[in-house]
């Protein structure tokens, strides 16, 4: 018999086959009948999930390609590449133009900004790894999108108001011409075969494309807040090439040969074709004048030294002020009498004009004849306040009233009048419209006539001249004259400003300016005797006859004399209602309450410098005696030696013309400086700080030409060249050790400063002035190249010298000095003697701790006080010892030494010259500040304190990393 398990094992490479061969041939149906159940109960449901589930991602999808065309659409608004189908109100989900919607929708944008987009992963979608993934891809894009279309909205919200006014006028005639073009295209597919309306058709379309590219430029722009003058004007000169509506096709022979055949209402396209074009227009015109304003006076003029291109947008602009102005005037007529022909009531419209017109007359006719009466009622109501008011003040105080209103009442009256009438008027009674206009320039030409009647009148009145009734009638008719002048002022600004002058508004305001001084100055020069009498009065010379009226009536006061009457007539009224008001007790009370809190505030500041004294006395103290401005110096007997070889100089009993001051910081250069720029009276004498580091040799030569004011050096030839015509003069070049840094490659300027020094330059004496470490150090590199025959150095003051110096700032500060009891110890016989032997003492200190040195010895006189209250307790004076620096590395010592051969450095600069790297440096500076060896100032550079100058000069010394000359 036959063995499966055994024929299983011999087919040793088939297990499948193994498997399938022990089985039973009547098995194997039931066995590949239960696979296909197991196939169909587990598998394919799962499939069908799957299947299901993907319609999940139909939503996600659409949602995400709804969000793109969006975007896109926003993106082209804000690019200026609109399709011609744009709609703003399908695109921008609020009203541009209302601003209460666009800030509550920019509010919420900034809300959805800071709140998390997330999305939970549908369960269906779990099963389904390639679903899953396409769903996260889909939700990343969504929210990539989502932040592009916000950022998109909140650009367009943030635009400001009259720009987007501006955008919503300008795209709701878009969409208005979109529907017109559509309208055209299906009346030229109706009448085909006909060659004038296809004509006319193609013209139109024509002329809308020009329009939208106008536009398209236009919109491309006028998001960005600040683009230049020439992008503005070269967007701008875009619009006039938009021919006028009216000329874009041949409406009225397309009329008149068509008029018994169906078309369409030609008038309306016409009217909706001018309506885009002044929209845009005058949108654009104003987008641009304003970028042009926003650019300033010196924009302006900046272009007029582009003559071409400035002379050609001025050009433009005159040319199309009168078509603008035209356009503006006579556009509501034109609009109101076609659509009155599209109705058939013509004759209606004419009779309502006519109306119309008759009513501006009446009505203004009638305002200003009540204008007349208007003062006449006020005098009948201050008569009869008169005689019920019973109080002096008050019945003065009623006349100063009354006396200024009577005369500006008529002006009044029309200007509130006229305005009123035209605010309330339909809009469809253009004509009543302009009684606002026309009231407001009446009112103007009134308003300045009574100004300056009034100013003419005061000038004579106030100080003391009569006026016959002959002189007021021609200063009235004078100011009458005047008065068109203002007028025609006022006129041509606001036809200028509304007309889309961008430069035109520039030279308007200049041509406005001129014409009013001329005016005025012409109304003055008519009475130049009286004006020059009210000047001497206004200036408290007295109303007197023997006034000399010519003092005032120099050639070059004429010149401005409209802006001293101006300014003399508001000092003079100022004054006057003080005056009058001080009648009243009230204001007489609250005048001198004033007065006594104005004295009591300057008392209580000066208590109060006091009390901060009480309060803060150290700190005060300290700044008081460390301020080197306005405090008093002492000028110790050493300018006599600094002047004897500058005099030989000049006298020509010596060619030697450098002189080298050397010194410490803080040993008195700057004092010595100053008093020699006071005292030499010679010769012109002038001082040139080298500012740091001046390491270039062009920016020396540069330095030296602008402060001898020469012409561009390139070698020292050139400046000796330059140099012969100029006048003998004494030049102090003060900071000399920033023409160097002690690296390879920063010691030209210096080298070609000593080559300035050494050239024949007779008609300059050199004073150089630098830091003695700097000039030891420089003697060492340059050892044969020096030639200073005359060399200074400074002295060490005297402790007398020192005691002047602190003393005379002490006394200053109002605080009692106080000496410390191991200072009055020493042996004196009374208090007073004590006193004396303590003062030696510590000025004797401070002399040998400091070096003489004034600024160490104030500084550790500083350092040595305490102040309490008002006095001033004064201990041992003492210098920093050297025990922290025998502590430093050699790292750090290297670093203050070349601070100290450079007087101060930068960080950089410290770098450069010890070759450390920057953690090294920045961590000596560091340290140097802790211990406070430093100082850092406002530009970041870094110095030695002066009170550790003489420790860790001597420290570096004895290290060998200073010279010691």
């Given at each position: 018999?036959?063995?499966?398990?055994?024929?299983?094992?011999?087919?040793?490479?088939?297990?499948?086959?193994?498997?399938?061969?022990?089985?039973?041939?009547?098995?194997?149906?039931?066995?590949?009948?239960?696979?296909?159940?197991?196939?169909?109960?587990?598998?394919?449901?799962?499939?069908?999930?799957?299947?299901?589930?993907?319609?999940?991602?139909?939503?996600?999808?659409?949602?995400?390609?709804?969000?793109?065309?969006?975007?896109?659409?926003?993106?082209?608004?804000?690019?200026?590449?609109?399709?011609?189908?744009?709609?703003?109100?399908?695109?921008?989900?609020?009203?541009?133009?209302?601003?209460?919607?666009?800030?509550?929708?920019?509010?919420?944008?900034?809300?959805?900004?800071?709140?998390?987009?997330?999305?939970?992963?549908?369960?269906?979608?779990?099963?389904?790894?390639?679903?899953?993934?396409?769903?996260?891809?889909?939700?990343?894009?969504?929210?990539?999108?989502?932040?592009?279309?916000?950022?998109?909205?909140?650009?367009?919200?943030?635009?400001?108001?009259?720009?987007?006014?501006?955008?919503?006028?300008?795209?709701?005639?878009?969409?208005?011409?979109?529907?017109?073009?559509?309208?055209?295209?299906?009346?030229?597919?109706?009448?085909?075969?006909?060659?004038?309306?296809?004509?006319?058709?193609?013209?139109?379309?024509?002329?809308?494309?020009?329009?939208?590219?106008?536009?398209?430029?236009?919109?491309?722009?006028?998001?960005?807040?600040?683009?230049?003058?020439?992008?503005?004007?070269?967007?701008?000169?875009?619009?006039?090439?938009?021919?006028?509506?009216?000329?874009?096709?041949?409406?009225?022979?397309?009329?008149?040969?068509?008029?018994?055949?169906?078309?369409?209402?030609?008038?309306?396209?016409?009217?909706?074709?001018?309506?885009?074009?002044?929209?845009?227009?005058?949108?654009?015109?104003?987008?641009?004048?304003?970028?042009?304003?926003?650019?300033?006076?010196?924009?302006?003029?900046?272009?007029?030294?582009?003559?071409?291109?400035?002379?050609?947008?001025?050009?433009?602009?005159?040319?199309?002020?009168?078509?603008?102005?035209?356009?503006?005037?006579?556009?509501?007529?034109?609009?109101?009498?076609?659509?009155?022909?599209?109705?058939?009531?013509?004759?209606?419209?004419?009779?309502?004009?006519?109306?119309?017109?008759?009513?501006?007359?009446?009505?203004?006719?009638?305002?200003?004849?009540?204008?007349?009466?208007?003062?006449?009622?006020?005098?009948?109501?201050?008569?009869?306040?008169?005689?019920?008011?019973?109080?002096?003040?008050?019945?003065?105080?009623?006349?100063?009233?009354?006396?200024?209103?009577?005369?500006?009442?008529?002006?009044?009256?029309?200007?509130?009048?006229?305005?009123?009438?035209?605010?309330?008027?339909?809009?469809?009674?253009?004509?009543?419209?302009?009684?606002?206009?026309?009231?407001?320039?009446?009112?103007?030409?009134?308003?300045?006539?009574?100004?300056?009647?009034?100013?003419?009148?005061?000038?004579?009145?106030?100080?003391?001249?009569?006026?016959?009734?002959?002189?007021?009638?021609?200063?009235?008719?004078?100011?009458?004259?005047?008065?068109?002048?203002?007028?025609?002022?006022?006129?041509?600004?606001?036809?200028?400003?509304?007309?889309?002058?961008?430069?035109?508004?520039?030279?308007?305001?200049?041509?406005?300016?001129?014409?009013?001084?001329?005016?005025?100055?012409?109304?003055?020069?008519?009475?130049?005797?009286?004006?020059?009498?009210?000047?001497?009065?206004?200036?408290?010379?007295?109303?007197?006859?023997?006034?000399?009226?010519?003092?005032?009536?120099?050639?070059?006061?004429?010149?401005?004399?409209?802006?001293?009457?101006?300014?003399?007539?508001?000092?003079?009224?100022?004054?006057?209602?003080?005056?009058?008001?001080?009648?009243?007790?009230?204001?007489?009370?609250?005048?001198?309450?004033?007065?006594?809190?104005?004295?009591?505030?300057?008392?209580?500041?000066?208590?109060?410098?006091?009390?901060?004294?009480?309060?803060?006395?150290?700190?005060?103290?300290?700044?008081?005696?460390?301020?080197?401005?306005?405090?008093?110096?002492?000028?110790?007997?050493?300018?006599?030696?600094?002047?004897?070889?500058?005099?030989?100089?000049?006298?020509?009993?010596?060619?030697?013309?450098?002189?080298?001051?050397?010194?410490?910081?803080?040993?008195?250069?700057?004092?010595?400086?100053?008093?020699?720029?006071?005292?030499?009276?010679?010769?012109?004498?002038?001082?040139?700080?080298?500012?740091?580091?001046?390491?270039?040799?062009?920016?020396?030569?540069?330095?030296?030409?602008?402060?001898?004011?020469?012409?561009?050096?390139?070698?020292?030839?050139?400046?000796?060249?330059?140099?012969?015509?100029?006048?003998?003069?004494?030049?102090?070049?003060?900071?000399?050790?920033?023409?160097?840094?002690?690296?390879?490659?920063?010691?030209?300027?210096?080298?070609?400063?000593?080559?300035?020094?050494?050239?024949?330059?007779?008609?300059?004496?050199?004073?150089?002035?630098?830091?003695?470490?700097?000039?030891?150090?420089?003697?060492?590199?340059?050892?044969?190249?020096?030639?200073?025959?005359?060399?200074?150095?400074?002295?060490?003051?005297?402790?007398?010298?020192?005691?002047?110096?602190?003393?005379?700032?002490?006394?200053?500060?109002?605080?009692?000095?106080?000496?410390?009891?191991?200072l009055l110890s020493a042996s004196a016989g009374s208090e007073s003697s004590s006193i004396r032997a303590a003062d030696s003492r510590v000025f004797n200190i401070l002399w040998e701790q400091s070096g003489g040195n004034p600024q160490i010895a104030i500084q550790l006189w500083v350092e040595a006080s305490r102040s309490r209250e008002r006095v001033v307790d004064i201990?041992?004076?003492?210098?920093?010892?050297?025990?922290?620096?025998?502590?430093?590395?050699?790292?750090?010592?290297?670093?203050?030494?070349?601070?100290?051969?450079?007087?101060?450095?930068?960080?950089?600069?410290?770098?450069?010259?010890?070759?450390?790297?920057?953690?090294?440096?920045?961590?000596?500076?560091?340290?140097?500040?802790?211990?406070?060896?430093?100082?850092?100032?406002?530009?970041?550079?870094?110095?030695?304190?002066?009170?550790?100058?003489?420790?860790?000069?001597?420290?570096?010394?004895?290290?060998?990393?200073?010279?010691?000359?």
């Amino acid at each position: 018999m036959h063995n499966p398990i055994s024929a299983g094992k011999a087919l040793g490479s088939r297990p499948d086959m193994r498997f399938v061969a022990g089985i039973r041939p009547p098995l194997r149906p039931l066995l590949l009948l239960i696979s296909l159940l197991f196939i169909g109960v587990f598998v394919t449901p799962a499939l069908a999930d799957c299947k299901q589930a993907e319609a999940l991602l139909d939503k996600p999808a659409q949602r995400l390609q709804v969000l793109i065309e969006q975007r896109n659409r926003l993106e082209k608004l804000l690019s200026g590449r609109l399709s011609a189908s744009f709609d703003i109100s399908k695109n921008v989900p609020v009203a541009l133009d209302r601003e209460l919607d666009v800030f509550r929708a920019r509010h919420e944008l900034a809300v959805k900004e800071s709140d998390t987009d997330s999305s939970e992963i549908p369960a269906a979608l779990e099963d389904c790894p390639p679903l899953e993934k396409k769903w996260n891809s889909l939700q990343y894009q969504l929210s990539s999108e989502k932040d592009l279309l916000r950022q998109q909205q909140i650009q367009l919200y943030d635009l400001p108001k009259p720009t987007r006014q501006a955008l919503v006028r300008v795209l709701g005639q878009w969409q208005t011409l979109y529907e017109l073009q559509k309208e055209a295209d299906q009346w030229a597919e109706k009448d085909a075969e006909s060659p004038d309306t296809v004509a006319l058709v193609n013209q139109v379309n024509q002329w809308i494309d020009l329009w939208r590219d106008a536009t398209r430029n236009w919109l491309s722009q006028l998001h960005h807040n600040s683009p230049a003058g020439s992008d503005s004007n070269n967007i701008w000169g875009l619009t006039p090439q938009v021919p006028n509506a009216d000329e874009a096709a041949d409406w009225v022979n397309y009329v008149e040969s068509h008029s018994e055949g169906e078309s369409p209402d030609l008038l309306s396209w016409l009217d909706q074709m001018e309506a885009a074009e002044s929209a845009l227009l005058r949108e654009s015109s104003k987008w641009r004048n304003k970028k042009i304003w926003d650019l300033g006076w010196a924009h302006f003029f900046k272009d007029l030294t582009k003559p071409r291109s400035f002379w050609r947008q001025l050009a433009n602009e005159a040319s199309e002020a009168p078509t603008n102005l035209f356009d503006a005037v006579t556009r509501p007529f034109i609009r109101e009498y076609r659509r009155s022909l599209r109705l058939g009531n013509r004759g209606e419209l004419l009779s309502e004009w006519f109306l119309q017109t008759l009513a501006l007359i009446g009505i203004m006719s009638g305002l200003m004849r009540f204008a007349r009466t208007v003062p006449g009622a006020i005098s009948r109501i201050q008569q009869n306040l008169l005689g019920s008011l019973q109080h002096k003040l008050l019945l003065q105080f009623n006349s100063a009233f009354m006396w200024f209103i009577k005369p500006n009442a008529p002006w009044l009256v029309v200007l509130v009048g006229t305005n009123l009438i035209a605010y309330y008027v339909p809009a469809e009674w253009i004509i009543l419209k302009w009684l606002g206009p026309i009231g407001t320039l009446y009112s103007v030409f009134r308003a300045a006539r009574v100004l300056l009647e009034w100013m003419i009148s005061r000038t004579f009145t106030r100080s003391g001249q009569f006026v016959p009734t002959s002189a007021a009638e021609n200063q009235a008719a004078d100011a009458h004259t005047v008065s068109w002048v203002v007028v025609l002022c006022f006129l041509s600004w606001v036809l200028v400003k509304g007309t889309g002058g961008g430069y035109l508004m520039f030279f308007n305001i200049i041509f406005n300016f001129a014409l009013c001084w001329a005016g005025l100055l012409w109304l003055m020069l008519r009475y130049r005797e009286g004006v020059a009498r009210f000047f001497l009065f206004v200036t408290g010379k007295g109303k007197g006859k023997n006034l000399d009226a010519g003092s005032a009536q120099k050639w070059w006061m004429i010149l401005i004399w409209p802006l001293l009457f101006v300014l003399a007539h508001i000092v003079d009224v100022v004054l006057n209602m003080h005056q009058k008001l001080m009648v009243f007790d009230t204001y007489r009370s609250i005048s001198i309450k004033l007065m006594r809190w104005r004295l009591a505030a300057e008392a209580k500041d000066e208590e109060g410098e006091t009390e901060k004294d009480e309060t803060l006395p150290d700190e005060n103290y300290r700044e008081w005696m460390l301020m080197d401005e306005g405090k008093p110096s002492l000028d110790i007997n050493i300018l006599s030696h600094v002047l004897t070889p500058i005099q030989l100089w000049n006298k020509d009993k010596s060619d030697d013309n450098v002189l080298l001051i050397v010194g410490d910081q803080g040993s008195g250069k700057s004092t010595l400086l100053n008093s020699l720029q006071e005292k030499w009276e010679d010769t012109t004498i002038s001082m040139l700080r080298i500012p740091p580091k001046t390491t270039n040799n062009e920016l020396l030569f540069s330095l030296l030409a602008s402060h001898l004011g020469l012409e561009k050096l390139n070698s020292v030839s050139d400046l000796v060249k330059h140099c012969d015509g100029l006048e003998p003069q004494v030049l102090i070049i003060e900071n000399t050790q920033n023409l160097f840094l002690s690296e390879v490659g920063y010691l030209n300027a210096y080298r070609l400063f000593n080559q300035c020094l050494n050239a024949n330059i007779p008609n300059i004496y050199w004073v150089v002035v630098m830091h003695s470490q700097s000039s030891i150090y420089l003697s060492c590199v340059f050892n044969r190249e020096l030639r200073f025959t005359n060399v200074f150095k400074m002295p060490r003051w005297s402790p007398a010298d020192i005691r002047r110096l602190i003393l005379s700032r002490h006394q200053g500060s109002r605080r009692t000095l106080k000496y410390d009891e191991l200072l009055l110890s020493a042996s004196a016989g009374s208090e007073s003697s004590s006193i004396r032997a303590a003062d030696s003492r510590v000025f004797n200190i401070l002399w040998e701790q400091s070096g003489g040195n004034p600024q160490i010895a104030i500084q550790l006189w500083v350092e040595a006080s305490r102040s309490r209250e008002r006095v001033v307790d004064i201990g041992v004076p003492a210098k920093p010892g050297n025990t922290l620096l025998k502590e430093l590395k050699d790292d750090l010592c290297f670093i203050y030494a070349s601070i100290i051969i450079h007087k101060s450095l930068s960080g950089d600069e410290i770098m450069l010259v010890t070759h450390y790297a920057e953690p090294i440096v920045r961590h000596a500076l560091k340290q140097g500040l802790h211990l406070g060896l430093l100082r850092r100032d406002e530009t970041k550079r870094y110095r030695i304190d002066p009170i550790w100058q003489g420790t860790i000069i001597s420290f570096l010394i004895s290290k060998n990393m200073l010279w010691n000359m």
